[in-house]
C-alpha cells in the first residue's frame, strides 16, 4: 500500500498499542521494513518499557511484522 508523506493513518502495534499517526515521507508497505510515522497532534503514548513515551510530533519506530495501518480519512 502506498502512503503519501502528511497522510494520517491509525496504527495497530503490538507493542505500542494504537494510536493515530502521519507519515513523515512517502512509503510502500510492502517494501519497507520500518513505517516513518510521527504520533499526530492531541495524542500521547506510552511503551511497554518504563522510558518509553512519545508526544505529538515524535517519530516512533514501527516495524512491518509488529504493525498494521488503517488510512484514515481526512
Known sequence: MEIIKGQRVHVFHLRKGDFDGVATRDFNTDTEEWYPIALAK?????GLSLNAFWEAGDGIPCRKSLT??????E
Do not use: E, V
Open 42 to 46: 492531541g495524542n500521547f503514548l506510552k
Open 68 to 73: 498494521t495501518l488503517i488510512l484514515l480519512n
